[in-house]
């Protein structure tokens, strides 16, 4: 029971690398300062995931991006 734990934490974990990888990528392609600055600064990058960054999958990959890495945390240490 504890390697599916490990295995699925681990899966939501590199989900949610992936999609802010994505994220990421979208902002320097708008412009390098947005990029850099959601780079820099956690909180910008979430107000342009909510709010600027378009994608046909968009709620998909902001909900793997923000909840993929807690719920892997929450499910290694639980």
Do not use: P, T
């Amino acid at each position: 029971m504890e390697l599916i734990k490990l295995v699925l934490s681990v899966v939501l974990g590199l989900a949610s690398l992936v999609c802010c990888i994505i994220i990421l990528i979208d902002a320097f392609q708008e412009a390098v300062w947005k990029g850099i600055v959601a780079l820099l600064c956690g909180l910008y990058l979430l107000y342009y995931a909510l709010f600027e960054f378009e994608h046909d999958n968009k709620w998909l990959i902001v909900i793997l991006a923000l909840l993929g890495g807690g719920l892997g945390a929450i499910l290694r240490l639980g």
